[in-house]
């Protein structure tokens, strides 16, 4: 569990999480709805990628960030990774939270996106796409299964798909056959899926790629908006959540990767220029 320890009381930014650079799709729909409070995204990009990555070491990773963030004085943290809202924040908040601070939160980026699910699919067909950690954990299939148990959910395995967009290789010519070769076969497995959820905060760069290849009528569901407006809905029903983030419209990077390497790649996620500062969460 995570050691218990001195935590800053005073209120702070909302925290960002996420293995690499993805979750910034993440934090830039929610600056984009929210811009009035303070930021702090944290990418492990020395560790990345997480999707290929046993249980135990995704928890231990994500747990190590999530107790940074609360020492840099979050209150409130988002998981904008897939892999790490699938492998580790179910145990987080159930045995790490109610030890650390029992009214510090952390919130993952899946639940979001299947609440919204239900209202989108017509066929009750669903696809997702999604690292091979995640579709492994089955955690969409589960949380789906809860909230709309008449919906047939078929996961598919994009294995290199965050390595063309880490490898800034997400526009070129050679990612057409990665890109159509995954959504034809999801499409082979269920001819019926109407839509289809990115379940990687990477894939938002892909889009281009995704569209061409996805036949028309399929509706393809991002995550950034659906997170970013259930943030705002949380924040609105906890008001004492609210009180515990600071409102300064700004905004921190930090990385366990070369901050200049960080500043460098995390500007097309973006689409403007940021600096970064290096830390260790070891």
Request: charged share 25%; glycine share 8%; proline share 6%.
């Amino acid at each position: 569990m995570i050691q218990k320890g001195a935590l800053p009381t005073a209120p702070g930014p909302i925290g960002v999480f996420d293995s690499g650079y993805g979750g910034l799709t993440i934090l830039r729909q929610i600056r984009r709805l929210m811009p009035q409070y303070d930021y702090l995204y944290l990418g492990d990009n020395a560790r990345a990628p997480y999707g290929t990555r046993s249980f135990d070491v995704v928890y231990e990773f994500t747990r190590q960030a999530v107790r940074f963030l609360f020492g840099q004085g979050c209150h409130l943290v988002i998981l904008a990774c897939n892999t790490a809202s699938a492998k580790a924040l179910r145990s987080i908040q159930q045995n790490d939270l109610p030890e650390l601070d029992p009214q510090r939160r952390v919130l993952g980026v899946i639940r979001p996106t299947v609440e919204a699910v239900g209202d989108i699919s017509k066929s009750r067909h669903v696809g997702v796409m999604a690292t091979p950690g995640t579709i492994r954990s089955t955690t969409y299939e589960l949380e789906i299964a809860k909230l709309h148990p008449d919906i047939r959910v078929t996961g598919e395995a994009c294995p290199m798909w965050v390595p063309l967009v880490e490898n800034d290789e997400y526009d070129s010519p050679g990612a057409d056959y990665f890109v159509r070769e995954r959504i034809d076969n999801l499409l082979r497995r269920d001819p019926d899926i109407d839509s289809v959820i990115l379940g990687c905060t990477h894939y938002p760069l892909l889009m281009g790629k995704i569209r061409r290849y996805m036949p028309q009528g399929i509706c393809i569901i991002e995550q950034g908006s659906y997170v970013a407006e259930s943030l705002q809905d949380y924040l609105t029903r906890h008001g004492e959540m609210a009180r515990r983030i600071t409102c300064g419209g700004s905004v921190r990077f930090l990385t366990t990767e070369r901050a200049e390497t960080f500043g460098q790649n995390a500007t097309t996620f973006m689409g403007e220029p940021l600096s970064a500062e290096r830390v260790s969460l070891r």
